[in-house]
């Protein structure tokens, strides 16, 4: 079947999980008030503004009353003025919601006033309210908690984009995730079982691994015992895997390369050790090696992707995945519940102390 085939068979999916999943609409909602709370970086730290303005949908959009958000890297570096606000998108953080639909714009078809919904957002989801583009709203099954929808749409679409949209994993494959125990690697590691692959991963401590494994990695490496290749070559068949997804960057890519087999796939989706490659006569081999091996360097973001890209993504994992979490045939963990937005310096001080296997959840009820 080609792509455009595949597209519109995902897109009906899409929709008629929708039809699955929505439930009564309640009676009508109060408008929301003129300001709202939010959370704004000031000075590097989390700083809630008491009367920021509240937006209001355009005809695409819609506007959630934010039950749940959640805590991701991407906010962390904003905040600490290490990755700048897209043009045209609000300096409030966060990127996933929960919440209850309380204005539609006037083209929005497949939502109504009272649904339950969570969201991917380019920014605004440490708020009272969200608007965001309905493209890339979900309506949440009813056996999610607000906290786990929150926490959902980020870490798990670019976890259904890393393994079957860049990575093109396949059955018979052996994966490498690094920072598995972060809530892309523990959504990677199941997707990439489910895919019918072998999940190897890089965590921080015994009790990282053991999570993981219990997700379905069949083993890993502790960055801290070590140099990790060496483990993880030995748990490889051959000594070598297909492909690595990586957030981590220069300070893994040494031993990155190494455990590659030829032809291998090299995904990478963040760089928490910085850019630079370590060591730093790397770089001057770096391309060679490449080209020795026949690797592909596939970069990938999804902050900045279009919202065409967005919107079949969307589909494609309510299709593909969202069904299954809402089974609990896959699993979300959440690590660790941060009340009121208030909270929000110290569910970022939490996530930098490396201490989560999961995701980091602010609720706002």
């Not at 309905?134 to 798990?156: D, F, N, Q, Y």
């Not at 009121?340 to 609720?363: F, P, R, S, W």
């Amino acid at each position: 079947m080609d792509a455009g085939k595949l597209a519109a068979v995902a897109a009906v999916a899409s929709a008629l999980v929708c039809l699955v999943l929505r439930r009564r609409t309640p009676p009508p909602l109060p408008p929301p008030p003129e300001t709202m709370r939010a959370v704004v970086a000031r000075e590097g730290a989390c700083s809630v503004a008491s009367h920021w303005p509240t937006p209001s949908p355009g005809d695409l959009e819609v506007m959630i009353a934010v039950k749940a958000t959640a805590v991701n890297r991407l906010d962390c570096m904003q905040r600490a003025g290490k990755a700048p606000v897209p043009t045209g998108v609000t300096e409030v953080l966060g990127l996933e919601a929960s919440g209850v639909v309380v204005r539609c714009g006037a083209r929005v078809r497949n939502f109504r006033v009272g649904d339950e919904v969570m969201a991917l957002a380019p920014g605004g989801a440490y708020a009272e309210y969200l608007v965001v583009d309905a493209r890339t709203v979900m309506l949440k099954p009813a056996s999610l908690s607000w906290a786990e929808a929150a926490s959902i749409p980020e870490a798990w679409l670019t976890a259904y984009k890393l393994v079957h949209t860049v990575g093109k994993v396949q059955a018979g494959e052996t994966v490498l995730v690094h920072a598995a125990a972060s809530g892309v690697g523990m959504a990677a590691v199941q997707l990439v079982v489910a895919a019918g692959a072998t999940a190897l991963v890089t965590v921080g401590s015994a009790e990282k691994l053991a999570f993981c494994q219990r997700l379905g990695a069949a083993g890993g490496a502790i960055r801290h015992d070590g140099p990790w290749g060496e483990t993880i070559a030995a748990l490889a068949p051959g000594g070598k895997v297909d492909v690595v997804l990586d957030c981590v960057a220069g300070g893994y890519a040494s031993q990155t390369l190494s455990v590659l087999a030829t032809d291998g796939r090299w995904v990478l989706y963040s760089m928490l050790s910085g850019a630079a490659l370590a060591p730093e006569e790397l770089g001057k081999t770096f391309l060679a090696q490449l080209m020795k091996k026949r690797l592909s360097l596939l970069a990938t973001t999804l902050r900045t992707r279009p919202l065409p890209y967005k919107q079949r993504l969307v589909e494609q994992f309510v299709a593909g995945a969202l069904p299954r979490l809402a089974a609990r045939r896959m699993e979300h963990v959440i690590d660790r519940e941060f009340r009121g937005l208030e909270e929000a310096q110290a569910a970022h001080e939490y996530m930098q102390a490396d201490a989560n296997a999961g995701k980091i959840v602010i609720t706002l009820e």
